[in-house]
């Protein structure tokens, strides 16, 4: 964050590191999966770096009209390949795609 976040849980790290600093951390604490939350900026960061080898993209059954794009500006065209759908009961329907590996990656 480009802000002093108090995170209100232990198990939740708020950082101003640059993704490729913060995939060493996490690799360093041998952690094999991480969940980004951030928005579109902070997605887009750690795929224009080439860090994300996963993505998880689930439909909410609301209608915004508007929104935070997926990956923000730096997000850049990727192709994917689809793994699946999970539905939930709430409507909620998540997809799973996976990008072409090109290296070190947090998945």
Known sequence: SSRAIEPG???????????AEVVA??????LRRVWLVGGGALAGSFQAAGLIT????SFIPVILG???PLLGAAGAR????????TAYPDGVVQARYV????????R
């Not at 849980?9 to 993704?19: E, L, Q």
């Not at 951390?25 to 041998?30: F, V």
């Not at 996963?54 to 993209?57: A, D, G, N, T």
């Not at 990727?78 to 759908?85: M, V």
């Open 9 to 19: 849980r232990d198990d939740v790290t708020v950082t101003s590191r640059t993704p």
């Open 25 to 30: 951390d996490i690799e360093r604490l041998g």
């Open 54 to 57: 996963e993505f998880v993209v």
């Open 66 to 68: 508007a929104g935070v």
């Open 78 to 85: 990727e192709g994917l390949r689809f793994l699946g759908t």
């Open 99 to 106: 990008g072409a590996d090109n290296g070190r990656r947090v």
